[in-house]
DNA sequence: TTGAAAGCGCTAACAA
DNA sequence: TTGTTAGCGCTTTCAA
């Protein structure tokens, strides 16, 4: 692989001409600056990462954390952020955290190892010992999608127990009143959504039936699909039920499907999230709306801000949800 | 952040020992080692990646090409891959190609400016200027799952040919005689399956009726969706679809719903590569099964062998596919 | 068993 | 407008 001496010697000028040509800089003789581009474009020569990285002290690329079992939701809303980071001319990079007990710790010695000019979190971190590790690197730290009341941090989300409260109002105006909830644990999303959902539910004067709410202990469909088994082995008379995100939904409606319980005929699922898969289902999913693609766009957005020296104006960032009715919920008897 | 200097200074040593003791070398100082090794604990320090990586002129990652819309077999792929590397103690970095004209050189780019162990090819390249470009790289190329015939670095697929083949055979099996395909277009791959497919039908002795073949220009449910809604419109009589990948059977069973056509009461729907989602359906979607964990696994031992200084026996490792049977398929008139 | 010194490829002062 | 020089953080001879 050519270096930059070896373009500088073919062109018979200096390395840091090269580099100025290289970097925009001003003060390059016109005619030398195009010979140098054309040796670059001949050559194939590319600038070395590392050492650029080395010397600017910083690595041009934002890292992205995500637990290693990625759900349809991150992952649009990493496709989502890329784009744009890409757009920027930055690089993205992936640090995955396992659910093993160090995972959270080892994650942040990666982390520290570059030079990253920024950090996007994309699930709740449990560790407090991260948290202050993250807030010690001096860069900026942006918390999406699956937030962390009382993070140090922006963070940028729907109102989940907004959330929760609109899905119980919903299948509520639909006529159902027996309603069962699938969570997925103690992600602070994730009981968020369940308390706004019981929120609704005393305020219509139902009691909270504590029986209805199934822990999938889970994101993933088969979790999902576990969880409807239980739930409707216990509560049989449910007509409707919240799944907390899509792909709980998916599961749900599965483990119905198993039960011989008809969607949305005789149980009604009402998803959370709409995951672009949730029109293409049958029954096409009904679901509350996270609008990921603005989201990662006002991520990006204050990033760049950041990187350009402004400290952000808002902590909290939250983004209206929407329902979005496709053909999982039905009118209660219709 | 601490530099290896740092850690020398607080140890009363050489930054070369503290090197020395970080990197396992012989000849240290039990005692010294000790406490260099408490010292790290302490402060934290991390060796900076860019610097490591440029003396030794390797980056301990290896890039994963993808294609920017990731299908979920290709990122069930990644992931398996990305959990075997990083048991190697390697890194694992995304390069994504975007679909405009310079996507597969602009990728390139990105490639040769890190120093990368070896390279994961998720995807088919069209672009022989990269093949070259790849091959000149001097490092191990390895190509998964979407194979293009003829490639100048060791593939790891099934054989798609054969997949074709034994979709049509079942579906025949099951009694059914008129048969769509639903494809992606012109990725090898996915040529192969349909050529396999009309292999097998033609041997039945049953003439191609090319109109019975749909391609649905994209690889997403929605793409698939939109195909079934052609494919029945032209040949309303079919009573069983082979689509070429499970997402696009997807899109398949959604596009039969909104035909008012029950799958699999009406028509047999059968997919191919079993992403988890699969089980998770409603139908269960019945598949031939891609094993994309051994596929990972076999990857990333001749990653390793390759780096131990071996080169590859194979060039060409073909994996056994096999029909995963749900409930998406049935007997005609059963 | 340890340290000094050189150098990886690049950029940025500074001098010319 | 260009070149010289120093140095980013690390590893690795080589010498002690």
Redesign the pocket.
């Known amino acids: 692989m050519a270096?930059?001496?070896e373009i500088a010697q073919l062109a018979g000028?200096?390395?840091?001409?090269v580099?100025?040509v290289?970097?925009n800089r001003?003060?390059?003789?016109p005619a030398?600056r195009e010979r140098i581009l054309a040796l670059v474009q001949e050559t194939g020569y590319v600038?070395?990462h590392a050492?650029?990285s080395?010397?600017?002290?910083r690595s041009f690329t934002v890292g992205v954390i995500v637990p290693e079992a990625f759900s349809l939701t991150q992952l649009e809303l990493f496709s989502a952020l890329e784009r744009e980071v890409a757009a920027l001319g930055l690089l993205t990079h992936l640090f995955f955290v396992r659910p093993e007990a160090e995972g959270e710790l080892r994650c942040l010695r990666r982390l520290k190892s570059e030079k990253l000019d920024g950090i996007f979190v994309l699930m709740e971190l449990t560790d407090d010992a991260l948290l202050d590790a993250l807030q010690g690197l001096g860069i900026p730290v942006l918390w999406g999608a699956l937030t962390r009341p009382g993070a140090p941090f922006p963070t940028f989300s729907v109102d989940d127990e907004a959330v929760g409260f609109d899905a119980a109002r919903y299948l509520g105006g639909l006529g159902h009143e027996r309603l069962g909830v699938v969570h997925a644990g103690a992600a602070a999303f994730n009981r968020l959504r369940v308390s706004g959902f019981r929120r609704a539910r005393e305020g219509a004067g139902q009691a909270w039936d504590e029986g209805a709410a199934q822990d999938a202990a889970g994101f993933t469909p088969e979790c999902g699909r576990r969880a409807a088994l239980s739930l409707f082995g216990r509560r049989p008379e449910l007509t409707a039920v919240f799944a907390a995100t899509d792909e709980l939904a998916i599961g749900v409606v599965r483990g119905l499907f198993e039960l011989g319980r008809k969607v949305p005929d005789q149980v009604s699922v009402l998803g959370c999230g709409d995951v672009a898969l949730g029109r293409s289902l049958t029954p096409g999913l009904t679901t509350l709306r996270q609008p990921v693609a603005d989201i990662a766009a006002r991520m990006v957005g204050t990033l760049q801000s950041q990187l350009g020296g402004e400290s952000p104006d808002e902590l909290r960032f939250v983004f209206a949800h929407r329902l979005v009715e496709r053909e999982s919920c039905r009118r209660l008897g219709s």
Chains 1, 2 share one sequence.
């Open positions: 270096s930059i001496k000028m200096s390395p840091s001409t580099s100025r290289l970097n001003t003060y390059v003789n030398i600038p070395n050492a650029r080395m010397v600017l002290n």
